[in-house]
Every structure is written in structure tokens, then in C-alpha cells.
């Protein structure tokens, strides 16, 4: 595969990618709930000549390759938007109160561009690409359902990408960070605290037990485990949001009901601290004569990138793009202040293919804040630069065939 070659196919692509673009954006669906996407990307790579098979609830695999033994690569491209209405100004603006603000429609005409290149290179791919198209990455739910799906096997997947676009990145559209081997994107797990009381009278609060005073307590409490039950290097986030709680200031409810978040960049330390949330909200509450529930909703483990797989995708983008379009996240932070990618605490829920095979997180630059792209991710003016889409195409397929090209003579012994 000559990278020059590569890339001059995918510039060949840029008004497919734009347009692919565009009616995805226009037609935005959120969680499992993508019809009209679904559809959309069914039938291109159909029309492609693939044979894409339904997996989990809405999800899609297609398989490129496999006319050659050898490995088996997976690229992850998600699907769905956010439930936020769009109020950038761009013609094909959502209208649906649904919107594209993280970039999931730039993700998959990527990689249906990309699976337009590996049809077209299909007799040099050695081994097999599996091309996941995902739903329900912002509820954390879409990739662990795949997976228990049969996402990761027949046939069974050796190592795994993930690309992401960027806002906000002061690099050219198209640069390509890759991240840092280990762990690059934090565990996230979302908590309900349901504080029970017993509701009286507001001028007789020793007639009842106050639900609202319990949890209180406890909201403050939790603050306390990062101040004195944390190490120094110990990262990690806990927020609560919401606290709600009665309906007249003169009456003492039954309950109160607090949400949070929880955000750690180590196991251990995700597990402590679920267990201590526990303890504390259950403890505070029985001191103040009052009952606590914790209920663990949707969430996602860290996102680990091999070590080894990290340095071959950063050498891939390097011949690919070149040297000046293409970075490590760890080089980066010897370079000067304005050329540092941007640190973030956002969760991802490729961590579960993370967890089972060997996988990259790539980052691609798709919006400068000098050229007028000032909001970031999850706002409802964001904006994206589609000159990034061409590159992000390119990466995709060059990047899983020169994997399997290096790695085709292993297949024998991992066997």
C-alpha cells in the first residue's frame, strides 16, 4: 500500500465524504434510536457490495477483506448524536431537536469513505477488516452491547482503532494525535442517591425525618473522599448534579433524590470509591434517622491503549500524513504551550473493546479556533471543519492494512 496513493484515492472522495456527511447531521438520532441512520448506512455499504449483519440492538459489522489468511482488524466508527437542539449556523442544521455535537456523523461517513477504499484494495488487504458501526456511545451502552453480541468474534478480533474528532485543536484540519499508551480516557459511572425520609409539617420537624437535611450531609461528605481518602496522583472526579427534593417550602418531604457522576483513571481506584459513595450515603443517612439507596446507571471503564499498538499506529499516521500533520500525545507535551493538544476528561465507550483486545485511540483535528471554530464538543453552536474528512478517511483504511501487512506472519501463532 503506497500512503501517496492512498491519499489521493481518499481526496477523490471528498464530496461523497461531505455529502455523507451532511444528510447524517441533518438526520441525527440519539442512543439506540437511529432509523434513519441505520438505514443510511446499510444501504451505502450495500450498494458498496458488502454484506453488513445487524449486531446488538442497532448496531452494524461489515467485513472487508478476507481473501488472504491473516488477522483481523476492527474500526469503530459511532453513530449517534445528543439530545440537544442545534443552533449553528450551517445549512444542514438538525431540525429534529437531535444534534451531531460530538462529531458521530463526521465518524461514520469516515469510515464509510474508508470502506469505499478497502473495497477498492480489497486483494492487498492481508487478513480481514471488521468495520463496527456503532449506536449508543454517549449512554455508554452501545459498544458492551455489540460486544455481547458477538461483536469480537467470527471472526475473532486481533486489534482494534478508534479515530475521534477534535474541536477546538490549534492544528490543521486533519492532523492525527494518537494518544498515549495506557489509559487515555476515564472510567465513567453515573449514580442516583434516593435519600428516604418521612414527610411532616414544616413547623414540626420532630414530627418527621428530614430527607433534604440527610442528604445535605452526605453531598457534602462525598467531597470529603478526594480531600482525605485520595493520593495525590490519585485522579478522579465526583460530581453531583441534581438534588431534588419537595414541593412546598413549609412541608418536610419523604424524599430526596440526588444524581452524580464519577470520572477515574484507575480501576482500584474507581472500585474504592463506589464502595465509599455507599458507605458514606448509607452511613449520613442512619445518623440522621433516615434510609439511603445507591443506584449505579449506565456507564463505561477506562479506555487502555496497548503500548505496542500505540507505536505502530503512530508510525502508520506518520508515513501516511507525515511528520508534520501527525503527533504523539506524548511528544506533544514537549512541544510549546500553543501547540499542546487539549486535556479532557470525557469518557469513552470504546474502553469495553479496549478491555478485551488490544486498541488505539486516535484524535483527529477538526476545527481551529483561529479559523472561527470556538465551541467545543457537546455545545449547541459547535462546528466541525469537513477538510478533516478526507485525512480522517485515509487513516482509517491505511492504518488497519498496514497492521495486518506487519502483523500477518503472528497469525499462525497466536492460533
Not at 228 to 244: P, S, Y
Not at 284 to 291: G, L, S
Not at 329 to 344: C, I, R, V
Amino acid at each position: 500500500m503506497i500512503p501517496e496513493q492512498l491519499l489521493k484515492e481518499a481526496e477523490q472522495l471528498r464530496e461523497t465524504l461531505i455529502s455523507d456527511r451532511r444528510y447524517l447531521h441533518a438526520h441525527a438520532g440519539t442512543g439506540f434510536d437511529l432509523k434513519d441512520t441505520g438505514s443510511f448506512v446499510k444501504k451505502a455499504l450495500t450498494d458498496m457490495g458488502y454484506a453488513p449483519k445487524a449486531c446488538g440492538k442497532s448496531g452494524f459489522v461489515a467485513l472487508a477483506g478476507g481473501k488472504k489468511e491473516g488477522k483481523v482488524f476492527l474500526l469503530r466508527a459511532d453513530m449517534d448524536a445528543l439530545p440537544i437542539k442545534e443552533e449553528a449556523d450551517v445549512a444542514f442544521a438538525s431540525v429534529n431537536g437531535c444534534m451531531h455535537a460530538c462529531g458521530h456523523d463526521m465518524h461514520t461517513a469516515m469510515l464509510l469513505g474508508a470502506a469505499r477504499l478497502l473495497k477498492a484494495h480489497e486483494e492487498e488487504i492481508e487478513g480481514t477488516v471488521k468495520l463496527m458501526f456503532q449506536p449508543a456511545e454517549e449512554i455508554f451502552e452501545g459498544s458492551r452491547d455489540m460486544i455481547r453480541s458477538g461483536l469480537l468474534e467470527n471472526p475473532q478480533v486481533d486489534g482494534a482503532m478508534m479515530l475521534h474528532v477534535m474541536a477546538g485543536m490549534p492544528f490543521e484540519p486533519g492532523t492525527v494525535v494518537v494518544a498515549v499508551p495506557g489509559v487515555s480516557a476515564p472510567a465513567a459511572d453515573y449514580f442516583e442517591i434516593k435519600v428516604q425520609g418521612t414527610g411532616c409539617h414544616g413547623s414540626m420537624p420532630n414530627a418527621g425525618v428530614d430527607p433534604l437535611n440527610a442528604a445535605a450531609h452526605i453531598l457534602i461528605a462525598l467531597q470529603e473522599i478526594h480531600a482525605r481518602e485520595l493520593a495525590m496522583d490519585d485522579r478522579a472526579v465526583l460530581t453531583v448534579g441534581t438534588m431534588h427534593a419537595g414541593t412546598a417550602a413549609n412541608a418536610i418531604p419523604d424524599v430526596a433524590v440526588m444524581g452524580g457522576s464519577l470520572r477515574t483513571f484507575d480501576e482500584e481506584v474507581r472500585s474504592f470509591i463506589k464502595e465509599r459513595i455507599v458507605q458514606i450515603s448509607e452511613g449520613i443517612a442512619n445518623a440522621f434517622r433516615a434510609q439511603a439507596e445507591v443506584t449505579w446507571g449506565s456507564g463505561c471503564p477506562t479506555l487502555i491503549n496497548d503500548p505496542a499498538l500505540v507505536l505502530c499506529a503512530e508510525k502508520y499516521v506518520h508515513e501516511l500524513l507525515g511528520a508534520d500533520r501527525a503527533f504523539s500525545a506524548a511528544k506533544l507535551g514537549a512541544m510549546s504551550k500553543e501547540k499542546k493538544s487539549p486535556k479532557t476528561a470525557g469518557s469513552e465507550d470504546f474502553a469495553y473493546v479496549s478491555q478485551e483486545v488490544p486498541s488505539v485511540m486516535l484524535a483527529l483535528a477538526a476545527g481551529q479556533p483561529e479559523k472561527g471554530y470556538i465551541y467545543p464538543q457537546h455545545h449547541p453552536m459547535v462546528r466541525f471543519d469537513e477538510d478533516a474528512l478526507v485525512s480522517g478517511c485515509a487513516v482509517y483504511a491505511y492504518t488497519a492494512m498496514r497492521w495486518l501487512e506487519e502483523h500477518k506472519q503472528e497469525k499462525d501463532s497466536y492460533l
